[in-house]
């Protein structure tokens, strides 16, 4: 059964620092996706990544894809108390039509 | 505007009555997908459908209905049969079987 981990659940950081998000998937899968969710609102794409190797940037947020070691990342460079949300990764399942989504990171920055 | 519409956005209802949220897409999207979300967790599948006229059920079908006459319509109807209807539903479509979803803006149900 292909799971989606995401780590850490939480975090809290000051605006200016750097951080990353960790998104583990436990079967193949080439195509990862990334979500934004603000509180009380629906999910907006963030990113799509088709493919091993695959980084997409956007703004302050960057993300990659190694299939190989079956882990994407969203960096956040010099976070802004705007980026606060929670952010899902998600994978196609292989052999169904199902989106697996990883179990939120929940976001905080502070001023 | 090319995109997935869901109404109402809040929805309350008594319980032992069955509602029904609708979602509506102009995307001319194959597929479309009902999640449901409680607060603080992630979204949890409902039911799934790849083509008109054919659906399946997802991870938590259990109280809840679906019916895929058009391509365009997806509604879901939560039965009182489903225990714990109060939460936040949201529905996704794509152009086909894989690929990148997109979501509607939500409806919160609420029964009291």
């Known amino acids: 059964e292909l799971k989606v981990e995401q780590n850490p659940l939480f975090l809290s950081m000051q605006e200016g620092k750097n951080y990353t998000i960790y998104c583990n998937y436990s079967t193949t899968s080439d195509r990862l996706y990334w979500y934004r969710q603000d509180p009380g609102k629906s999910l907006e794409s963030l990113f799509v990544?088709?493919?091993?190797?695959a980084v997409k940037q956007e703004g302050r947020l960057m993300a990659s894809l190694d299939t190989k070691a079956r882990l994407s990342t969203l960096h956040i460079t010099a976070a802004v108390h705007d980026l606060s949300a929670t952010y899902f990764c998600a994978v196609d399942g292989r052999g169904t039509y199902k989106y697996i989504f990883g179990t939120g990171t929940r976001l905080k920055v502070l001023a | 505007d090319g995109g997935i519409t869901q109404s109402p956005k809040y929805l309350f209802r008594k319980e032992g009555q069955n509602v029904t949220l609708s979602c509506e897409q102009n995307?001319?999207?194959?597929?479309m997908y009902w999640y449901r979300q409680d607060p603080g967790q992630g979204l949890r599948l409902i039911y799934y459908?790849?083509?008109?006229?054919?659906?399946q059920k997802g991870d938590i079908a259990e109280g809840y209905s679906v019916s895929r006459e058009k391509k365009e319509s997806f509604p879901l109807t939560v039965t009182s049969a489903q225990k714990n209807p109060t939460a936040f539903y949201l529905c996704a479509s794509r152009p086909t079987a894989r690929g990148e979803q997109y979501f509607g803006p939500g409806t919160r149900l609420t029964v009291t």
């Open positions: 990544l088709l493919s091993n190797g």
């Open positions: 995307l001319n999207h194959d597929a």
């Open positions: 459908s790849q083509i008109v006229n054919d659906f």
